[in-house]
């Protein structure tokens, strides 16, 4: 166990379980963009995880999760928008 997260490959195993959730959300008619939306503030935060756990340098861990902030934002916009 301890090698599957010191690898990384515990969040590939999240990350492979969130594509089979865009792969239903589209076969269940939701457009690109909102699954786009809902699923990359999780992936980037994943992607900064994975970074740490493989000893990335500081940059590779704090970009993702940065990015992780606006885009979550433009997602409750957009909710927002769709509640009015």
Sequence with gaps: ???LFASGHAVD?????????A???KSRGWALGDIAL??????????????ALTGAGWLWIALPLALS???HLLDVARRARRRD
């Design 13 to 21: 195993i999240v990350l492979a379980v969130m594509l089979v959730e």
């Design 69 to 71: 902030f606006p885009v």
């Design 1 to 3: 166990m301890q090698q």
């Design 23 to 25: 792969v239903y959300l």
């Design 38 to 51: 809902l699923l990359l503030p999780g992936v980037l935060m994943l992607l900064g995880l994975r970074a």
